[in-house]
């Protein structure tokens, strides 16, 4: 073979000529003539094999230059030749290379044959992925969801890929490199391979999970050119191209880099990568289009694959933490997540190892505060993965702990659920007992601290000694003391012998040897202790010659150094007992090491332990705080955070948490809310944690069901108790297999026949309620047990039992159950009411604090479940009068015995009229809770039943009515239809019956209930006489309650009511009628218009209670259109300044409430202004910023702020005042300033030009030119800066030196307008009233003269004075309102 084949750049350069033995296609075959070629080429294939290639390479040559115009079954007749082809190659060619007799002819042979084959291969691979791309583009789904049929010649594409695929793998996985000379591979061979590579990726769908295998193959085949073939570089480099301009292989990279590194072992191609992505400037980042999102992607699969490999690298992504793009921070911030999960975590870390996983957790913490919240949420999770994963250090706990509870108070949403999450991940792996709360740890910790505090005192007693051992020393001193021997023993000339014999001479008296060899020894050691060598040396010398008999100086017979050495050692250091009688007179130098370890260990513990122990408490504070920030979540208006707090509330729970509880019983009102995920959520959590117990035995389910429900129970509201029956009764309807274990242990529990608490019998009963309104018979079949065990002869032991066991008994009654049919009810002598009368009876003349509370339920259950209930409640107040009056008669028995051993005292008559206070006080409360209910029944329980029975009777004559009759009938009832008339008639009837017995018949002298109106108005009247707190409170409801039951009754004692109401010294009497008037005002709203400025009057209360009361109140009346909205509302205004912040956001919802009815606020904005600026109020400037700010912010249609800028501005020429101005002023700069209304403030220039001198108006106004300057377009810009000039001018000249046209014309005209002033009655200050003794007098509707006020023009339109309706508006016929009245009460 004469020719070589080189792998060309493009397709068409094979038909040129080229080089001097390079092959040249010789013949393109035309599209008519291929069918017939591939049959040749298939036919030499099989007699010829793969080698056949260099014979038909012009055939596949042909069909690559004719591709567009072939039929398909062409194409893949020739690729499934070159598949052929290839694999053939893949198999013969392992036998040839091992040949060791491989000629260059067969080399370059089965070279050119491997290199046409790939060509061809891959060229046609990428011709047909073109064309399956193109096809489904073209045969997308529509909306009918059908491909078109022109792709169905490629559905088996996919499959076919992947055969092509491993073909090549198989090919390139040989060592084919020796067919090249020096095994030099070319690179157009390889990249020829690689594009086909690269091609097949750039597929939409590549990413799939169908796409899976071919995905595998591109991957494992890229392996192999990177790892034998030196496509390390072309890799990283494609790799960053195809990520910028392909989002979707972000995470087909990294799985690819993590198999070429781990598989193929190729773990630079990582580094290569991620240099590359760290060499991106940011700004380069920044701009869109970058493939930043595809980076961010690919670190943050690649460190979730091989986090190991990345941290070499670390440092070059660690720089882009500086730059702007927020994705590639988010992407690096998961990638060290990844790393401290995965690789750094542990007790087995080097110094490196923990160096790096500190810095990692620093710049996690730094981007806790990251500017974009995008950034700061996703930290978030990071550390929420840590702490799930355990591998965060101990040491920062806390400090974390405490950043997440920081970024509770974020502005993201996104950042506050994560933050939530983190929190409940650290509760959930917290280290440490949170069933702790801070105050249980508090006196263990100081405990524990005192105790430390001790013991390092004890041991700051002990001096510490350093224990320094004989060798040790000796070593230290030898070099030093060896050249004094040598200097002492060999004097190296005359002059040092003659100083050597004199200090000699000199030092004889100073050391002379002792008497004894022992004695010297120890002298000899001292002097080498204190470092006097010489003299040590001159003393051992002498010994000899004193003790020459002696063992411890016998080798200085010979004196040398080596042996004077020698014994100097031996004295110094000793031996056995020598050395213990030589230490004995030597410096202290104690070993008692064993002993000192032992309470250095001791501190080490005690210093653990309150170290602990102080975590603990700091961990218990963080959670407590927690919980007490995400309680106030449950309320927020984002669904998702109240979602994420219900779920936290559930983990806090779970784990036991110290106050748990209150945010378990803080979302039970959700079950009422609106949103279905949220109500749903709830219903969830209270399932999750109370109605779903574990166990094996049933009765043991039952049993924990039942314990965790009446924990929940004991000591909450009746608000709670309420939201928790929405929970309870679903489980019961449910048709739980637990259900009836659990009504079995309800009842074991009430009856006593199991040990149980008195708050648990009275969850019991309670429960006992809530399953009863899904199944009545579980009550109704056990009243005789309710009766015995609760409202027996033990009720008067705890009316609190009783209380409850009637609210339980009320479940069975029609008004809870709301049935439909005949009322059910039962008979006047059941047992029921003889027991609950005769405990209403007995406790007036008790003095028991929780009677009044089981009275009222007790007549409400009368009147909802007995017949003629007002026979039973007749009976039952004159039995309690009788009683209260039998008491007042034994007690003057009593004082009479008692006066006559006293001589006679002539105040016995006064003592014997003396009444107990509280029995007087529960006797009248009997009496109005009577007086309400029997209203209430004749018009909810009789009217019902009347119209129940009329409907009964017309379907009864419709019936007997014959087949003619009826269809006159239906002409005449399809009339009334039409003019609206059915029923109307005879429902007026009924209800002016019910009117007439109220008016008539319940006030009338031969009813009992008559008799004691004389008492409660005698009571109410003479607060100085009966100044008892508990009788005025129960007269003056028991007054309203009376005022309930008709118009006259109401118009007779509102004067009085409303004095109460005033002068009362009470603030609960006080708090009582503002609620019994709001309930009058429902009931009469005529007879209670003219007295609404009493009722506004208590928002300036001097008691919180009351005012909280008043606002409350109020905002219903309001809210339901029963009081009309006018300018007394500006009172609720101040309460939004309230220093009680739950008075303030009652104020606050009201107005966000009357926010949502058209024009509400901007109608009364006026009038608030004119009455919070008076200067009788005396409002400081800063509270009126601050109420008309909140209250500007519901401005927000322009037209609303134009028109109130021109009244605003008419308003500075009534102003009369400064301070007036300057609110004036402040008003204008808190509205939304449109153009339209700068251009109505540039006309109304005349209206404040003068008053801009004041630098309180000059100011305000400055700062709306300020405000629209921002965004403003170029010509209305222009238009601000000359209106913010006129304003500077004025302001430092003064108007009359500015000359302007305005102001000469106005001099032209003589002077400013007439202006226009209207009178308007002052608002009282706070606190004092406005009238003198005669305020309570029915205001009449004649006009007052009135003090001149300043007012708006607007508030001209609207004649409010007094809040009087004129004659022709006032009803003649006052018609009582029928609903279902809120009796809800403050009590002593």
């Known amino acids: 073979m004469s020719w070589d084949f080189f792998v060309p750049l493009s397709v068409g350069d094979l038909v040129k000529t080229g080089g001097i033995n390079q092959y040249v296609v010789q013949d393109v075959v035309s599209p008519k003539q291929l069918p017939s070629q591939l049959s040749r080429f298939k036919a030499a294939l099989r007699s010829q094999g793969p080698l056949c290639i260099l014979e038909h390479f012009d055939t596949g040559y042909s069909v690559l230059q004719n591709f567009n115009s072939l039929e398909l079954r062409v194409k893949e007749d020739t690729l499934e030749l070159l598949v052929q082809v290839v694999n053939g190659l893949a198999v013969s060619l392992p036998t040839l290379l091992s040949s060791t007799s491989l000629s260059a002819a067969e080399r370059k042979e089965n070279l050119n044959a491997v290199k046409m084959s790939v060509f061809l291969l891959c060229k046609l691979t990428e011709s047909l992925e073109s064309l399956s791309c193109r096809q489904n583009i073209v045969t997308a789904p529509g909306k009918g969801g059908k491909k078109g049929k022109s792709g169905e010649g490629l559905l088996q594409w996919d499959s076919e890929r992947e055969t092509v695929l491993q073909a090549l793998i198989q090919l390139l996985q040989l060592d084919i490199r020796s067919l090249w000379s020096l095994s030099l591979v070319e690179e157009e061979f390889i990249s020829c391979v690689t594009c086909c590579c690269y091609k097949l990726l750039e597929n939409p769908t590549i990413s799939h999970v169908k796409s899976k295998p071919s995905r595998d193959c591109i991957i494992h085949l890229l392996g192999v050119l990177i790892k034998k073939y030196n496509h390390l570089l072309g890799a990283s480099v494609k790799v960053i191209q195809l990520l910028q301009h392909f989002e979707q292989l972000s995470s087909v990279f990294a799985q690819a880099a993590s198999v070429w590194s781990t598989e193929y072992g190729v773990r630079s191609i990582i580094g290569e990568v991620i240099r590359e992505i760290g060499q991106k400037s940011s700004e380069e980042l920044a701009r869109e289009g970058s493939g930043v999102k595809a980076f961010a992607l690919f670190l943050s699969e690649l460190g979730t694959l091989v986090p190991e490999l990345i941290i070499p690298n670390i440092s070059v992504l660690i720089s882009h933490l500086e730059g702007e793009s927020h994705t590639m921070r988010v992407a690096i911030c998961e990638v060290l997540g990844d790393i401290l999960v995965r690789v750094l975590c542990g007790d087995g870390l080097d110094e490196s190892g923990k160096a790096d996983r500190d810095r990692f957790f620093d710049i996690l913490q730094e981007h806790l505060h990251d500017t974009h919240s995008h950034v700061r949420a996703r930290v978030l999770q990071v550390y929420t993965r840590i702490v799930n994963s355990k591998a965060l250090p101990l040491c920062r706990y806390s400090e974390v702990m ?195 370890e032992g309470e250095d260990g001791e501190l080490k513990k005690q210093e653990m332990l309150v170290q602990y122990l102080k975590d603990t408490e700091t961990f218990a504070l963080q959670v407590e705080r927690a919980i007490s920030t995400i309680n106030t979540m449950l309320y927020w208006k984002t669904a998702s955070v109240v979602q994420e707090a219900v779920q936290f509330c559930v983990t806090v729970c779970e784990f036991g948490v110290a106050n748990s509880i209150s945010g378990v019983r803080k979302m039970l009102p959700l079950v009422w809310s609106t949103d279905t995920a949220i109500k749903d959520a709830v219903v969830q959590a209270y399932r999750r944690l109370y109605l779903n117990p574990q166990g094996d035995a049933i009765r043991m389910k039952a049993q924990t069901l039942v314990d965790s429900l009446s924990e929940l129970m004991v000591d909450a509201s009746l608000g709670t108790i309420q939201c928790l029956e929405e929970i309870v009764q679903e489980f019961f309807a449910s048709g739980s297999n637990l259900q009836s274990t659990v009504i079995q242990v309800l009842w074991e529990r009430f009856t006593g026949k199991r040990e149980a608490s008195v708050l648990n019998k009275r969850a019991a009963v309670l429960l006992l309620g809530m399953a009863a309104r899904a199944e009545r018979e579980v009550v109704l079949g056990n009243l005789d047990t309710l009766c015995s065990v609760a409202l027996g002869e033990k009720v008067t032991e705890d009316f609190l039992l009783a209380r409850d066991t009637v609210l339980t008994i009320c479940s069975i009654t029609d008004h809870v159950r709301q049935s439909k049919g005949a009322p059910f009810r039962l008979p006047q002598d059941h047992q029921l009411f003889t027991c609950l009368t005769q405990a209403v009876a007995e406790g007036v003349v008790m003095e028991d604090p929780y009677w009044q509370c089981f009275m009222e339920q007790a007549v409400r259950l009368i009147y909802f479940l007995a017949e003629s209930p007002d026979q039973l409640c007749s009976r039952l107040l004159q039995r309690s009068a009788r009683l209260l009056l039998d008491q007042i008669v034994e007690g003057g028995e009593v004082n009479k015995d008692v006066s006559q051993t006293q001589d006679g005292s002539q105040e016995t008559n006064e003592q014997s009229e003396q009444v107990n206070c509280v029995c007087l006080a529960q006797l009248l409360a009997l009496c109005g809770s009577v007086a309400f209910w029997q209203v209430s029944h004749l018009e909810r329980s009789v009217s019902t039943e009347l119209r ?264 500075f020429r009534t102003a009369k005042t400064e301070r007036q101005w300057c609110d004036v002023a402040v008003s204008l700069s808190l509205l939304s300033m449109c153009e339209r209304g700068f251009k109505r403030l540039q006309e109304c220039w005349e209206c404040y030009s003068d008053k801009l001198t004041e630098p309180g108006v000059y100011q305000p106004l400055l700062s709306i030119t300020a405000k629209l300057r921002r965004g403003a377009k170029l010509q209305f810009k222009a238009q601000v800066e000359e209106f913010e000039k006129r304003l500077t001018a004025v302001h430092t000249r003064g108007l009359e030196n500015v000359e302007s046209p305005e102001m000469d014309e106005e001099n032209q005209n003589g002077g400013v307008p007439t202006e226009k002033t209207a009178a308007k009655t002052p608002l009282p200050a706070r606190g004092l009233s406005r009238y003198g003794d005669d305020s309570f007098v029915t205001p009449r509707k004649s006009r007052k003269a009135k003090k001149p006020m300043i007012t708006f023009s607007s508030d001209e339109e609207e004649d409010d004075e007094d809040a009087v309706l004129a004659e022709s508006e006032t009803p003649k016929v006052t018609t009582p309102i029928a609903r279902s009245s809120r009796r809800t009460r403050l009590r002593n």
Not at 439 to 462: V, W
Not at 990 to 1014: G, H, M, Q, V, Y
């Open 948 to 1211: 129940r029975r009329r409907g009964v009777t017309a379907e009864k004559e419709e019936k007997e009515k014959g087949p003619a009759s009826k269809s006159k009938v239906s002409n005449e009832s399809a009339m009334e239809e039409e003019l609206g008339l059915i029923g109307a008639s005879a429902e007026d009837t009924e209800a002016e019956l019910i009117r007439k017995i109220c008016e008539t018949e319940l006030l009338a002298e031969e009813n009992l209930l008559s008799s004691f109106l004389p008492m409660l108005v005698k009571v109410c009247s003479s607060p100085g006489r009966y100044s008892h707190p508990q009788l005025t409170t129960a007269a003056c409801l028991a007054l309203s309650q009376y005022m309930m039951i008709s118009p006259s009754a109401c118009e007779e004692n509102i004067r009085l009511m409303f004095t109460v109401l005033e002068r009362s010294t009470l603030p609960v009497v006080r708090a009582n009628a503002i609620i019994a008037l709001g309930d009058l005002t429902v009931r009469f709203p005529n007879i209670l218009e003219p007295w609404t400025q009493n009722l506004y009057a208590r928002l300036s209360d001097e008691v919180p209670s009351v005012r909280m009361t008043a606002v409350t109140v109020l905002t219903q009346l309001v809210l339901k259109d029963v009081l009309k909205v006018k300018g007394h509302v500006s009172e609720v205004a101040v309460l939004l300044i309230d220093p009680e912040p739950y008075i303030s956001s009652l104020a606050l919802n009201f107005f966000n409430e009357l926010a949502t009815k058209d024009n509400a606020i901007y109608n009364l904005l006026p009038d608030i202004i004119s009455r919070l600026s008076d200067p009788e109020r005396g409002m400081s400037s800063e509270d009126f910023n601050t109420i008309m700010k909140q209250l500007f912010s519901y401005i927000t249609k322009e037209r609303q702020t134009e028109s109130l800028v021109e009244k605003l501005c008419q308003r």
């Open 402 to 596: 405490e950043l997440g509870v920081g970024r509770l108070m974020d502005k993201s949403i996104n950042a506050v659920k994560s933050a939530i999450q983190l929190l409940a991940a650290f509760i959930a792996h917290n280290p440490y007992s949170c069933k702790l709360s801070s105050a249980d740890l508090k006196k263990p910790l100081e405990k524990e601290t005192a105790k430390l505090k001790e013991m390092k005192e004890n041991l700051k007693g002990e001096a510490p000694v350093a224990v320094i051992r004989a060798s040790e020393l000796w070593a230290a001193m030898e070099p030093e003391l060896l050249v004094t021997v040598r200097t002492a023993v060999e004097p190296t000339s005359e002059t040092e012998k003659e100083q050597h014999e004199e200090e000699e001479d000199r030092d004889v008296e100073e050391d002379k040897p002792a008497e004894d060899d022992r004695e010297t020894a120890v002298m000899i050691a001292q002097l080498l202790r204190i470092n006097k060598y010489r003299n040590a040396v001159k003393l051992c010398v002498r010994a000899h010659s004193c003790f020459p008999e002696s063992k411890m100086f016998a080798s200085l017979s010979t004196l040398t150094p080596e042996n004077l050495m020698e014994t100097l050692a031996f004295i110094f250091k000793g031996s056995g007992e020598e050395a213990s009688e030589l230490s004995q007179n030597l410096p202290p130098t104690p070993e008692k090491t064993g002993e000192k």
